[in-house]
């Protein structure tokens, strides 16, 4: 396992649509294992595949007690609203309001293709899509809330 460098805000990478996985094997397994390595020495919440130069649909969620890895993750359904600061290891020294739904169910595989569902709200779906929206090329502060 390593850590990786973390691209920064303007690395054109950065606005680019990700790939899906179709091969799962060691690869795949030592940039999630990477992945991880780099947000525990980070100290962030979620990094998504692309923030390490890797184009590729790949997510890991960390806060608190909770940790999932995310392969191909898609958003099937979404409810309510929530309002909150949002910042990113890949922005320094910036955050803004963004508004993100408050309830998710998000259909993902793992590591070994095994396809999954979670039901996920609050602080954790507000993770989970600004996690997700990087994997499309999209930065929180591009849905910075006006008030």
């Not at 608190?64 to 309002?83: A, C, K, R, T």
């Not at 949002?86 to 993100?100: G, I, K, Y």
Request: proline share 3%; hydrophobic share 40%.
């Amino acid at each position: 396992m390593a850590i990786r460098d973390i691209v920064k805000d303007g690395e054109p990478i950065l606005r680019k649509k990700c790939r899906e996985v179709d091969v799962f094997d060691a690869k795949l397994a030592k940039l999630l294992d990477d992945m991880k390595d780099t947000l525990d020495k980070a100290d962030g919440v979620g990094l998504a595949a692309p923030q390490v130069g890797i184009l590729k649909r790949v997510v890991i969620v960390e806060f608190e007690d909770f940790f999932l890895e995310m392969v191909n993750p898609v958003i099937i359904e979404q409810s309510g609203s929530q309002i909150g600061q949002e910042a990113c290891l890949s922005v320094p020294n910036r955050s803004c309001d963004v508004e993100r739904p408050n309830r998710l169910v998000v259909n993902y595989q793992t590591r070994k293709g095994n396809k999954k569902q979670i039901v996920v709200e609050d602080f954790i779906a507000r993770i989970f899509c600004h996690e997700i929206d990087h994997l499309d090329g999209i930065l929180y502060y591009d849905k910075e809330y006006k008030k």
